[in-house]
């Protein structure tokens, strides 16, 4: 027994400290407009691939708060939560298409992006997929249909050109 016990608290002690930045750390950062702090914890969620802290420093360099305001670095962190499935994400990049904002203005690239947030549960994109689909050519339409079905096939790994 009292072995177990001396095994168990070694390997507590030894066990690799936890981050206790959080998502709700990180918010209640923002909340407080203390930026820094925020992009600091977004960051370092971004970093270790977690979907919502890539979607918050986004958003985060879009609108400048605690960085300077810097769209490329906003679609860089949206795509690898949109990568991961995310539909929100997806819509999120899906914007920055439409508007031209980090990237040229593409309607194929903003038609794959709702088509794939739309697959993934976000209605509005579906939405405003179908709105955009009357806007294009049959042809700028076929090939955004086919890239979203590549992008689905590859796990999100071949998305776009």
Do not use: H
């Amino acid at each position: 027994m009292l072995r177990a016990t001396l095994l168990a608290l070694s390997l507590a002690f030894s066990a690799p400290q936890v981050s206790a930045d959080t998502l709700d750390d990180a918010d209640n950062a923002y909340d407080r407009e203390d930026f820094d702090t925020a992009v600091k914890i977004f960051r370092k969620l971004a970093e270790q691939g977690d979907a919502d802290g890539q979607i918050n420093l986004g958003k985060m360099y879009a609108n400048g708060e605690g960085v300077p305001q810097d769209y490329a670095e906003t679609v860089k962190w949206y795509r690898l939560a949109a990568e991961q499935g995310n539909a929100y994400a997806q819509v999120l990049i899906g914007l920055m298409y439409a508007n031209g904002m980090g990237v040229a203005q593409d309607n194929i690239m903003t038609y794959m992006w709702y088509s794939l947030a739309s697959a993934n549960g976000d209605e509005g994109a579906g939405e405003w997929r179908d709105e955009l689909a009357e806007l294009i050519t049959a042809t700028d339409l076929a090939t955004a249909r086919a890239m979203a079905r590549e992008c689905m096939n590859s796990g999100y790994k071949n998305c776009g050109y």
